[in-house]
């Protein structure tokens, strides 16, 4: 158990170097990082100068180890859009990304899940089927084509939806559902798929033979036993889910991490983007990390195998 | 012309189960997906001929005649069949246009993901040990980032040119095909007939090509198509966000992101694109659905 435990954090601390020196190194490649790091039109002698102060002049691996100073000093340099700490910056917006996050995973989880079932007991029933269609349909509609869809009709045509920002409670109806559309297909499908699984086994014939109520059947023997892998591929999503909130909060003008990356793409914001991506990339590593620890602390077999 | 090939592949990709005739096999496809096909070759022939069949030059302006409805509307103007946006462009032009070079921009980034993870993914699998550890190890990296975290750091870095989209929609989905690749070949490779050619004398190269390469073409070809609609989706994702292809170049993303200002009261401009997509990308997945069904090949959804 704990060999596993220790492995696993191994590989995620390497996995977070990797990503932290592909960025070092990305910037140095594809040209002189102090354009990335200064407005444009910045005369040549004061560029001399930045290149100086950043410590631009300095051997490569002498910059490597400052870029992990600097990491480990919270000090990630001003962004050059609003010329305030990229991590301030950060702290102002992080919040409303969760929410959001969170009320799509509630969401998804919430519809998702319940319909799955629903689809995997009548599978023969048009019911069955329609959901199935449904389910398809959200695999096909991108998120920004059902967010513009949302608008269209909740805010332009019936007024009764806000259409930007993130203030109140009625704000968080059309991101949460465009965002976790595709999530809930994907979730009707697994858990269809594995209930019908789980439905066929002999267990659960044993379940009914010894007189047990239907419902006891299906959702104590059944779905628990449906539910082990569908968490998995919960887990696996969250990275999808993250790509999807960057679109999404860029379409309800949401002021969270994710307009932030696009706007700091579009301008060439670089201190915001390289910090942006650390940042997103460690919390996805470290949520992926919390889901395979949570799922080998229920289900033994993932460590033994694993070990 | 190679933009029609996504869809003739995915019908000609039959050639790996045993060969009835080519109408037997019509005649055992169901309606919907029969309906599907026909319905694919129709799209990839509009993209493929699009510069011979638009009716107007896609960036052309007509200020006279802009945010025109389609036809059947009030105000709708008789030259523009699906009407006209803010600068008076065609939006029939553009749609046609814009699924060309969705098409070709999903078809060429597939092509490079399979390239790279495909290669990587081979010799991963066939080198094993510490080359397979390495190797499995960066696709682990790749996987556990959001490809739009990897798609936006990309183009910040290198600006948002045709071939650096291409990369990016390569980049996106590799370590997929790395990862499938890898697995067929280690399966494939402790196989009697593979040791057989070993113990005959069969050099590394030959046991790859004459005997590898061609028995993972089924998973692979699924995986393709499947990478495929993914693309459509991503590339019309980024080009929605501006990050994309840049205007006044129409893509099916682009020209709904510009068509969202105009939202309120020409909601035309946003509406063929997006069903445009929506209806490609929709065909294309069930088209790899019913490809992997039909091969029987099974693969680890995403």
């Given at each position: 158990m704990a060999n596993y435990f220790l492995g696993r954090l191994a590989r995620t601390a390497v996995t977070l170097w990797v990503i932290a020196t592909l960025v070092f190194f990305a910037v140095r490649l594809t040209g002189h990082p102090i354009d990335f790091l200064m407005p444009e039109g910045l005369d040549a002698e004061s560029r001399q100068a930045m290149i100086v102060y950043f410590g631009l002049d300095r051997p490569v691996f002498e910059q490597y180890a400052l870029f992990w100073r600097s990491l480990a000093d919270g000090e990630f340099g001003l962004g050059l859009l609003e010329r305030r700490s990229v991590a301030v910056i950060f702290g102002e917006r992080i919040g409303r990304s969760l929410s959001l996050l969170v009320a799509s995973l509630v969401v998804t989880v919430g519809i998702g899940v319940p319909l799955g079932i629903a689809a995997a007991l009548w599978r023969k029933s048009p019911l069955g089927n329609a959901l199935l269609l449904v389910a398809f349909l959200g695999y096909a509609v991108p998120n920004f084509v059902l967010a513009i869809l949302l608008l269209l009709v909740f805010s332009f045509s019936l007024n009764w939806l806000p259409s930007a920002g993130s203030a109140t409670l009625a704000h968080y109806i059309m991101p949460t559902l465009a965002l976790s559309a595709y999530f809930v297909a994907s979730l009707v499908r697994y858990t269809r798929n594995s209930m019908l699984d789980v439905l066929g086994q002999d267990y659960m014939r044993t379940a009914r033979a010894k007189g047990l109520p239907e419902g006891v059947v299906i959702f104590k023997h059944g779905l628990r036993n449906a539910l082990v892998p569908v968490v998995t591929v919960l887990g696996l999503q969250v990275t999808t889910l993250v790509s999807g909130a960057v679109v999404i909060e860029t379409v309800f003008a949401w002021h969270g991490v994710g307009d932030l990356l696009v706007g700091a793409t579009l301008r060439r914001d670089y201190p915001v983007l390289q910090f942006g991506v650390l940042i997103v990339a460690a919390a996805v590593i470290m949520v992926n990390l919390l889901v395979d620890l949570a799922y080998a602390a229920i289900d033994p077999r993932i460590r033994l195998s694993e070990a | 012309?190679?933009?029609?090939?996504?869809?003739?592949?995915?019908?000609?990709?039959?050639?790996?189960?045993?060969?009835?005739?080519?109408?037997?096999?019509?005649?055992?496809?169901?309606?919907?997906?029969?309906?599907?096909?026909?319905?694919?070759?129709?799209?990839?022939?509009?993209?493929?001929?699009?510069?011979?069949?638009?009716?107007?030059?896609?960036?052309?302006?007509?200020?006279?005649?802009?945010?025109?409805?389609?036809?059947?509307?009030?105000?709708?103007?008789?030259?523009?069949?699906?009407?006209?946006?803010?600068?008076?462009?065609?939006?029939?032009?553009?749609?046609?246009?814009?699924?060309?070079?969705?098409?070709?921009?999903?078809?060429?980034?597939?092509?490079?993901?399979?390239?790279?993870?495909?290669?990587?993914?081979?010799?991963?699998?066939?080198?094993?040990?510490?080359?397979?550890?390495?190797?499995?190890?960066?696709?682990?990296?790749?996987?556990?980032?959001?490809?739009?975290?990897?798609?936006?750091?990309?183009?910040?870095?290198?600006?948002?040119?045709?071939?650096?989209?291409?990369?990016?929609?390569?980049?996106?989905?590799?370590?997929?095909?790395?990862?499938?690749?890898?697995?067929?070949?280690?399966?494939?490779?402790?196989?009697?007939?593979?040791?057989?050619?070993?113990?005959?004398?069969?050099?590394?190269?030959?046991?790859?090509?004459?005997?590898?390469?061609?028995?993972?073409?089924?998973?692979?070809?699924?995986?393709?198509?499947?990478?495929?609609?993914?693309?459509?989706?991503?590339?019309?994702?980024?080009?929605?966000?501006?990050?994309?292809?840049?205007p006044p170049t129409a893509t099916l993303g682009s020209m709904v992101g510009q068509g969202r200002d105009y939202m309120a009261s020409a909601p035309w401009i946003v509406a063929s694109p997006a069903i445009l997509i929506v209806l490609v990308a929709l065909i294309v997945m069930l088209l790899g659905d019913a490809l992997r069904d039909h091969l029987d090949v099974k693969l680890r959804e995403r």
């Open positions: - | 012309m190679p933009d029609a090939g996504v869809y003739e592949d995915t019908g000609l990709t039959d050639k790996a189960a045993p060969p009835p005739s080519l109408r037997a096999r019509l005649a055992r496809l169901d309606p919907l997906l029969t309906f599907c096909l026909a319905l694919a070759l129709l799209l990839a022939a509009a993209a493929l001929l699009a510069p011979w069949i638009a009716p107007y030059e896609p960036e052309a302006q007509r200020l006279l005649a802009r945010l025109r409805p389609p036809a059947g509307f009030e105000r709708a103007h008789p030259d523009y069949l699906l009407g006209t946006d803010q600068l008076g462009r065609d939006l029939l032009s553009r749609c046609l246009y814009g699924l060309r070079l969705s098409l070709l921009l999903a078809l060429f980034g597939a092509v490079a993901g399979l390239l790279l993870g495909g290669a990587l993914g081979f010799v991963a699998g066939l080198a094993g040990g510490a080359t397979d550890s390495v190797l499995m190890a960066v696709a682990d990296v790749k996987l556990s980032l959001p490809v739009a975290l990897v798609a936006l750091f990309v183009i910040a870095l290198a600006g948002s040119h045709i071939a650096v989209l291409i990369v990016v929609l390569g980049l996106a989905y590799w370590a997929h095909f790395a990862r499938l690749v890898r697995a067929q070949v280690m399966a494939l490779r402790e196989l009697p007939y593979v040791e057989a050619a070993r113990a005959a004398g069969a050099s590394n190269w030959r046991i790859a090509t004459r005997h590898l390469l061609p028995n993972i073409v089924s998973p692979v070809v699924v995986m393709f198509t499947l990478n495929v609609s993914n693309l459509i989706l991503l590339e019309s994702a980024l080009s929605f966000l501006g990050l994309g292809v840049q």
